[in-house]
């Protein structure tokens, strides 16, 4: 225990205190680990097996920023004692504007991942219908080859990125398929490869930040793309990326970011993609493509 | 982010949420892309982007930050506006004054946004291309009315020429300022819930540590 507390006065500015955290809750001897542990698996019970109810969504989320809040307090608890212990105080009552912050910004990544698995799967019942729809709308629209892709979706010609089809001696322009926007696909793809939603958000901007490079680079300039130009863009890109569950992803994003992205660029680009998921689980997105000129490589 | 982003001043700034529509070419972007880009505001550009603006203004000592998104204007994706528009506090719809479809486009939006929104949004229409004077399709006269009529603002731009775009932007912000006011005072009486304030209407607090993202306010950090 001295050990602990003596840790926990020694790191307190921000990056230390973050490493410091991190370790505290990954450690099963530390109490705020044990914490964690107990938070963990009273989760588990709850929302898994039978708990698995897409009406304890809203229940879980919030639950899950709860627990966020509780193990911030038991820190701060930590460090008031061990502030004690030296004869000093703890300077003043937290302004919970500042602590909201540090619990979404500090303490909500850190233990997101231990209540993932049973948090998505109430997002993943909570949006079943939607997801599925778009399935069939993504299913749909990787039987086109990239040109009736891009021809469908009506992106203005001048931006297609035709110099990145390939052709081998027996394939034709109108039949490559997964060329296009290859790196921004990439990038959109690598969002499920986190947890943690600040992380996801960054992919999105680096897939926006990719479509433009391509763009720039197809019309050799610096191009910055208007929204009737991006959405399409947008939608081609979502729609070989091919993510499942991305409406489950999405609000899963939505509910736990930091709310200081609320109304900046993170909040756009996922509004964006948002729209994205909507378009594709239009009906006129499952739509077979024509079979004019069009065979199968 | 564009909401922390402040400079070192200590003390509250308003976070505005603004949705861009118009039909395709009736150069919304360029007269968003003309305000963000103007001149006299080289050193205050924040994004580079073109679908999404943003910029910080300072109005009688109030600081505000603009967020500006910009929305497809195809008919095709006329369905997602809820998406884009949801929070917003207000609303620049943009027509074409040498084409009249681009008007009506305007009359079905401030229809749908009333609908939706109610009449916490502040709504500016917004007759482009005025430089194009001699093929004007739309009447002055019943632009104006129309606008008055459903309790917007109507002006009178030129992206092209620059003109009235910056008035255009000082007078929707000192208008969403008033409601923002509005609203906290009703807050203040304690006569409606809290729950019931308005998401888009963040009051924030600079935070001092949040100046080391290199004053940016996209998020790369």
Redesign the interface.
Known sequence: MENILEEVLQNRE?EALQQCLRKALSSSLHPLGKLLRTMMLTFQATYAGIGANKHLQGLAQEEVKQHAQELWAAYRGLLQVALQRKGQALEEEEDT??RD?QVHRLVLPLILPSFYSELFTLYLLLHEKEDSLYSQGIANLSLFPDTKLLEFL?VQKHLWPCKDLTLTSDQRHSLVRGKCFLSATECLQKMITTVDPREK??EL?RTYREIEATVSRVLGQEH?????D???LLIYVASRARIQHLGAEIHLIRDMMDP???????D??L??L??CY??IQ?GDMHQLPSSRDFREP | ????GGGAAAGRAY?F?VVLLGE?CVGK?SLV?RYCENKFNDKHIT??????L?KKLNIGGKRVNL?I??????E??H??GP??YR?SNGAILVYDITDEDSFQKVKNWVKELRKMLGNEICLCIVGNKIDLEKERHVSIQEAESYAESVGAKHYHTSAKQNKGIEELFLDLCKRMIETAQVDERAKGNGSSQPGAAR??V?I??D?P?VQSGGGG????G
């Open positions: 921000p504007e500042i912050l009506d958000l960054e901007e910055k793309l208007p929204m009737d991006l959405l399409p200081i992205y609320m109304g900046g660029l993170y756009f680009l509004t964006a948002e729209s909507k378009h239009r | 982010m564009a909401a922390a976070s949420k395709g972007t892309l994004t580079l982007q073109a679908s999404f943003t967020a998104w910009d929305t497809a204007g195809q095709r994706f369905a997602l998406i884009y929070d998401r888009g963040q924030i607090d935070e540590q306010c996209c998020s790369s």
